[in-house]
């Protein structure tokens, strides 16, 4: 998590520059961005190891959908989850 953009460009740029001093390999394609608040502007581009980072709406993590946006959470998801849960 960042609080800026700019702290996120530079948060990328430190695993990079890590990354290149450790023969380390993050992998850009597996990775995603989720902006929480205000609506992300289609122009901000991120990138990692030269590839760029996408962004997502939402995404999966340790079995919880987060969302984008303002309220982070999926209730449809959650919902739909706990009544599965139920039925078993």
Same mark, same amino acid.
């Not at 608040?37 to 289609?42: I, N, T, W």
């Not at 991120?46 to 919880?64: K, Q, S």
């Given at each position: 998590?960042?609080?800026?953009?700019?702290?996120?460009?530079?948060?990328?740029?430190?695993?990079?520059?890590?990354?290149? #001093?450790?023969?380390?390999?993050?992998?850009?394609?597996?990775? *995603?961005?989720?902006?929480?608040?205000?609506? %992300? !502007?289609?122009?901000?581009?991120?990138?990692?190891?030269? #590839?760029?980072?996408?962004?997502?709406?939402?995404?999966?993590? *340790?079995?919880?959908?987060?969302?984008?946006? %303002? !309220?982070?959470?999926?209730?449809?998801?959650?919902?739909?989850?706990?009544?599965?849960?139920?039925?078993?």
């Amino acid at each position: 998590m960042s609080p800026s953009l700019l702290a996120l460009v530079e948060m990328l740029e430190c695993c990079s520059s890590y990354a290149s #001093e450790f023969a380390v390999k993050f992998n850009a394609s597996k990775t *995603l961005c989720l902006k929480f608040g205000s609506p %992300r !502007d289609d122009r901000e581009r991120l990138y990692m190891d030269g #590839e760029e980072v996408a962004w997502a709406d939402r995404c999966l993590h *340790l079995g919880n959908r987060i969302v984008a946006g %303002r !309220d982070m959470i999926d209730t449809d998801y959650a919902l739909s989850c706990f009544y599965m849960d139920m039925l078993i």
